[in-house]
């Protein structure tokens, strides 16, 4: 994954159909200083090679967790250390 | 209050012994147990699988007991949720509410399982006859009910 | 289906267990166990003896978990009523529903216990500290809480 | 219990403080045959000693079954076996 002038390092992780279609559970990237929200990663990350383009494909599916907490897509990611992808949720 | 995020099965009637011993303050017990169901949208199943969050699993399941009990007078609870392979039939989760007053302890469990099955980062993947497994589709009938207490929430109650 | 009136005690581990051993058709399953308060009106009372009205309870428990099952689409339910002395903390009465859906499960509990509460001839007999024993009275509470199943009979549900 | 010329036979049976006021949990007795309804019934016994006055004297709280079911006060006791008297149910 590429890295600009100014990015900012953060680990990504992935569960579920996420995760198998990426083809792995976590990553360290960086990301473009541009990149502020929630919905800007994802459609960052749709950008970053076919696999990531099929898992983000149905990006309103997605649920994110910044830091272990549920978040919109207006959620900004500054100051994350913990970005979190999956589908919405089938436990209990 | 507690929450166990774990592979190993559950004893309900061990887990409500721990909660309610040597008290007399408890009216009311209820309990909520899923269990694995030997069928999906009319085929078979053989095995489910369990994913989960380590972390955030906990975290949430937490949140979501504290705020059962500023909703409810509880005087105990406990959320289990088993994660990794199971087979139909077996037991997937357990919420136990205890209170004073049986319309307490009822909706408090309720709320927990609307909550826990919106909001707690577990997935199910299901393996059919055939050998294919198949993440299970959320439920639109889960938010729903979990719309119920968010309008409480507007409501002010 | 089954109602049981007894002076012992139950297991309720042991209940779920004989109700859905080697079932494969069931998801949810919910209890609720009533359980003896060492107070009443900021009292305390040191034994609770319970009367009923043997023949009339069993016919009462029956008529009212066969209503539960034309209500909601259960896959088998028990009624437990305990009668004769007991001790706070003790166990008086265990309902469970068990159904592919935890909706059913939760609302056939809650029903059972609404009817049982007003419907089911049983009567309490608190004894304080000071060995005075009084009838414990039906609180309007009981009686609303099983108004509203009647409103969706009316609602033809 | 007095019997007039014409009479049916029944079971009466008493619980919880009915039963205590009473003093006995049941008793076969004569009833008048003008005696139709279950509501005429708590009246009658209203009138048959000091102990059927005082358990009776709060008739609206007392809750009666015909052969083991719920009844109201207008329900003909015509061909019941076993008539019980009792206070609202306070079990669960």
């Known amino acids: 994954m590429g890295a600009g002038d100014e990015t900012k390092m953060v680990t990504l992780r992935y569960f579920a159909w996420v995760r198998e279609k990426i083809g792995r559970a976590e990553e360290r990237v960086a990301v473009p200083s541009e990149v502020r929200t929630v919905g800007e990663l994802v459609g960052w990350l749709q950008t970053c090679g076919p696999e990531y383009a099929e898992a983000f494909a149905r990006a309103q599916v997605i649920r994110v967790a910044l830091d272990q907490k549920h978040v919109k897509p207006a959620a900004l990611i500054a100051g994350a250390r913990e970005i979190a992808f999956f589908p919405p949720v089938t436990g209990g | ?157």
Chains 1, 4 share one sequence.
């Open chain 2, 1 to 157: 209050m507690s929450v166990r995020v774990t592979t190993g099965d559950f004893d309900i009637g061990a887990e409500i012994e721990i909660l309610t011993a040597g008290r007399t303050d408890i009216g009311a017990i209820v309990t909520f147990t899923g269990t694995v169901r030997g069928e999906a949208k009319g085929k078979p199943i053989v095995s489910m699988a369990l994913e989960h969050y380590p972390g955030m699993t906990e975290a949430e399941l937490v949140r979501i007991e504290h705020e059962a009990h500023a909703r409810w007078p509880l005087q105990g609870s406990l959320i289990v949720h088993r994660v990794g392979e199971l087979k139909p039939g077996e037991n997937i989760v357990l919420v136990i509410t205890a209170s004073a007053h049986r319309q307490a302890a009822f909706e408090a469990a309720a709320f927990l399982m609307d909550y826990l099955k919106t909001s707690a980062p577990f997935w199910k993947k299901e393996t059919g006859l055939d050998g294919r497994a198949e993440w299970v589709e959320a439920r639109d009938a889960d938010d729903t009910a979990m719309v119920r207490w968010r309008r409480d929430e507007n409501a002010g109650q």
